[in-house]
């Protein structure tokens, strides 16, 4: 079975650019959650979906961002406008529906905001 | 609030060497979760393993065991003759459950990481 895909695996863009990141969740899960990683920050949770309603959004650090889920198989969390701080590595990883079960994450994507 | 706390930010050990990292973890729940991930340095997060806070039995997986103790709120991993293919940043995560009136939620934290090296 394929596991969480995330594209595009790098990005680079520049300082007031849109940029819209994609994950596909493995099939039959219920959850699909988005992480932020920075080295300053550690691994944060941004905002997760439960069968494609968003759940919690605390984590989303401003009104920049926003995520949306319009099917069960695809996600996507874009920064409108990015800026340099926004530089980080960005995990999508879902589960099935128990809330016993673990989360599996995709392979991330690289963003640099010059 | 829930908190995980890895006290070591890095570790350095040579081959064959065994290795604890530790991860201690706070909760007023009294049903969570707690996990491990590996990190490599090809940078998926990897998951090694899930423990209920009912069960504080030991676990084993080859050269990696886990040591539960509620009493002390600690979940440490050892691996056991360490292999240079076990450098990575090695995650801790707590999970608490809670229900509303239509569906199931979690809180899911990290802890800050221990970045193991493994030197030949």
């Known amino acids: 079975d394929a596991g969480v895909i995330q594209s595009p695996r790098h990005e680079v863009t520049e300082m007031g650019q849109e940029v819209t990141l994609r994950c596909k969740p493995i099939?039959?899960?219920?959850?699909l959650f988005w992480y932020r990683q920075t080295m300053m920050r550690g691994l944060e949770l941004l905002i997760y979906?439960?069968?494609?309603?968003?759940?919690?959004d605390s984590g989303m650090p401003e009104d920049r961002f926003s995520a949306k889920m319009p099917n069960a198989s695809f996600s996507t969390l874009k920064i409108q406008p990015s800026e340099p701080r926004d530089s980080a590595v960005y995990f999508c990883?879902?589960?099935?529906?128990?809330?016993?079960?673990?989360?599996?994450f995709g392979p991330g994507t690289r963003l640099t905001v010059l | 609030a829930q908190k995980v706390t890895q006290a070591q930010t890095e570790i350095s050990v040579v081959e064959k060497e065994d290795v604890t990292l530790d991860c201690v973890y706070e909760t007023r729940d009294t049903t969570y979760y707690l996990f491990w991930y590996k990190q490599p340095p090809s940078g998926e997060l990897v998951f090694l393993i899930r423990?209920?806070?009912?069960?504080?039995q030991n676990e084993i997986s080859g050269r990696y065991s886990w040591n539960f103790q509620k009493s002390t709120s600690s979940f440490n991993f050892t691996i056991t003759a360490s292999q240079v293919v076990d450098s990575a940043v090695y995650f801790c995560?707590?999970?608490?459950?809670?229900?509303?009136?239509?569906?199931?939620?979690?809180?899911?934290?990290f802890g800050p990481g221990t970045r193991l090296s493994v030197l030949p």
């Open positions: 423990r209920n806070s009912f069960d504080e």
């Open positions: 099939s039959g899960h219920d959850y």
């Open positions: 979906f439960n069968n494609n309603v968003p759940i919690d």
């Open positions: 990883a879902s589960r099935p529906g128990l809330p016993t079960d673990t989360q599996y």
């Open positions: 995560a707590l999970s608490e459950i809670f229900t509303t009136r239509d569906n199931y939620g979690q809180n899911f934290v």
